[in-house]
């Protein structure tokens, strides 16, 4: 499967290897064709296993970069190379209360600051009854080379848990904030994979809710 986005650029670059063939001898179309193919790579999305019960997954392929604890939030920071799959998953099941963008710099993505400093789409969701409400935030952050971040769903829409919410072009970073009702379950330099790799697990609550 192979994201909408990927076929058109890789049609357009096609076919601008095509005319410069015809123009200039059929070696000058070669790097557009090899940059069409690298696109249909690029823009790939797999199917993936959801697990069930109490968890967060991952909303996207990359290397954990960071695992960091700030007052009451925990966050794991996950960079994505340009080989990663770059399609974005919802981290729990609940609903959209917010989608807030973000103007910002492009540093390069694995570094901290990019938390902070670069442009950003921070979701805000309340997870379903059998996740206690419990609220987590992710960021879709765009890096060095990507421009370009896409969020297809809006505040009030109800999502499942790797359920796909959209994608960030070419190279970025995704950090998922979570309170302190959540175990983290990753380590840093760890690789996950969008949807099915479990980066969290909710800890047990009695029935006063502790």
């Keep these: 499967m192979i994201v909408r986005d990927g076929i058109y650029y890789a049609a357009a670059l096609a076919a601008g290897g095509a005319l410069t063939a015809y123009l200039a001898g059929p070696w000058f179309g070669v790097p557009l064709w090899v940059l069409a193919i690298f696109c249909l790579y690029f823009f790939r999305d797999p199917e993936r296993a959801i697990p069930a019960g109490p968890v967060a997954v991952s909303p996207a392929d990359g290397k954990v970069v960071a695992i960091v604890s700030e007052s009451a939030v925990q966050r794991i920071s996950i960079f994505l190379n340009i080989f990663d799959v770059h399609v974005n998953r919802a981290p729990i099941a609940g609903a959209i209360a917010s989608v807030q963008y973000h103007k910002g ?23 379903e009854a059998s996740l206690g409400g419990s609220r987590v935030v992710f960021k879709q952050i765009a890096g060095l080379i990507a421009r370009r971040i896409v969020f ?49 697990r909710l800890r047990h609550r009695g029935p006063d809710g502790a």
């Design 105 to 127: 710099r492009f540093h390069v993505a694995s570094r901290e600051v990019c938390s902070d400093q670069n442009e950003q789409n921070v979701v805000t969701m309340d997870g």
């Design 152 to 200: 297809r769903k809006h505040p009030g829409e109800r999502v499942a848990a790797g359920e796909r919410v959209g994608l960030i072009k070419f190279g970025s970073r995704v950090d998922v904030l979570l309170g302190p009702e959540w175990e983290i379950a990753v380590r840093r330099g760890q690789r996950v994979s969008g949807g099915s790799s479990v980066v969290a």
